[in-house]
């Protein structure tokens, strides 16, 4: 059974950063693109992100919004999943959810708030 | 930037009636290996969206056979053939194509 587990969200004031992690299991990590959406609060689904697989040359992929601030990155080894998130602004505020490829399963999500 | 506008934005169904959601790109969404990369996302009231339908009419693994998908280029629709009280919630398209968009959303509630 696919699963996906995100961590690293919390409070943090606008300008700072913060890492999240997926920590994914059930199905060959690397064989897989892993992506990142976001969701405000009473809002709509956002895409943040997503890495290629290795085999595709891992290359990244990012919404205009936070491209330049927010870095995504991957460890094979470990079935993990980064997001840096620097510079973070009040709009970031949100539900962070991770998802294997392009979508097709999704984590629960962690909830960053960013707040002065 | 392709947009993704969906309609109805509400939707009130009888149980037991049949629903249907609209999606349309603002561009086709035919991608340069002949594949259409649209997908339907269901998010059920406080849990994480869970993708239904992916290239316009493939089911995902467990959804049930009254869900499904059709249409071509910039016409989508997701059908719900009789409607049961679990498919309360909002409903997103998402193309692919063009890296990743989302449709608005359209909620679904029962009558």
């Known amino acids: 059974e696919v699963q996906l587990v995100e961590s690293g969200g919390g409070l943090v004031q606008p300008g700072r950063s913060l890492r999240l992690s997926c920590t994914a299991s059930?199905?060959?990590?690397?064989?897989?693109?892993m992506s990142w959406f976001r969701q405000a609060p009473g809002k709509g689904l956002e895409w943040v992100s997503f890495?290629?697989?290795?085999?595709?040359?891992?290359?990244?992929e990012y919404a205009a919004s936070v491209k330049g601030r927010f870095t995504i990155s991957r460890d094979d080894s470990k079935s993990i999943a980064y997001l840096q998130m620097n510079s973070l602004k009040t709009e970031d505020t949100g539900v962070y959810y991770c998802?294997?490829?392009?979508?097709?399963?999704w984590g629960q999500g962690t909830l960053v708030t960013v707040s002065s | 930037d392709v947009v993704m506008t969906q309609s109805p934005l509400s939707l009130p169904v009888t149980l037991g009636q049949p629903a249907s959601i609209s999606c349309r790109s603002s561009?086709?969404?035919?991608?340069?290996?002949?594949?259409?990369?649209l997908n339907w996302f269901q998010q059920r009231p406080g849990q994480s969206p869970r993708r239904l339908i992916y290239?316009?009419?493939k089911r995902d693994s467990g959804v049930p056979d009254r869900f499904s998908g059709s249409g071509s280029g910039t016409e989508f629709t997701l059908k719900i053939s009789r409607v049961e009280a679990e498919d309360v919630g909002i409903y997103y398209c998402?193309?692919?194509?063009?890296?990743?968009?989302f449709g608005q959303g359209t909620r679904l509630e029962i009558k």
């Open positions: 561009q086709s969404l035919v991608y340069s290996d002949g594949n259409t990369y």
């Open positions: 059930g199905f060959t990590f690397g064989d897989y693109a």
């Open positions: 998802a294997k490829d392009y979508g097709d399963c």
């Open positions: 890495i290629r697989r290795k085999a595709y040359g891992g290359t990244t």
């Open positions: 290239k316009v009419s």
């Open positions: 998402m193309q692919g194509t063009y890296w990743l968009t």
